[in-house]
């Protein structure tokens, strides 16, 4: 079955090294630690911002497998948002199975 991988919408996460305007230029990122715990596992703090300005990152995996759009270690939602919860970047579109 061929999937399409989904887009981070936006991401509040403004000190986050691949950040700009609120919005993601990684390629893509990795979401999840525990299986109900959605964080983002690509955040890091840089004083420099990196990325690709003109690409709109994309979720490459999720862990979090607890979600109900996590289908095989992979997100189905047709996009996400990225913002703090709990003092964590998280993914705020997590819904609990
Ligand atoms: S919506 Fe669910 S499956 Fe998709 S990235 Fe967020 S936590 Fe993972």
């Known amino acids: 079955m061929a999937m399409k991988m989904p887009k981070v919408m936006d991401c509040s996460v403004a000190d986050c090294a691949y950040n700009t305007n609120k919005a993601c230029h990684a390629m893509a990122i990795t979401i999840g630690e ?51 919860k709990e003092d964590q970047p998280d993914c705020l579109t997590f819904e609990r199975r």
């Open 34 to 84: 525990d299986p109900d715990e959605p964080v983002c596992d690509t955040f890091f703090e840089s004083s420099t911002h990196g990325g690709v300005k003109e690409v709109t990152a994309g979720v490459g995996a999720c862990k979090s497998y607890e979600c109900s759009y996590n289908e095989d270690y992979e997100c189905t939602a047709s996009n996400i948002h990225v913002g703090m």
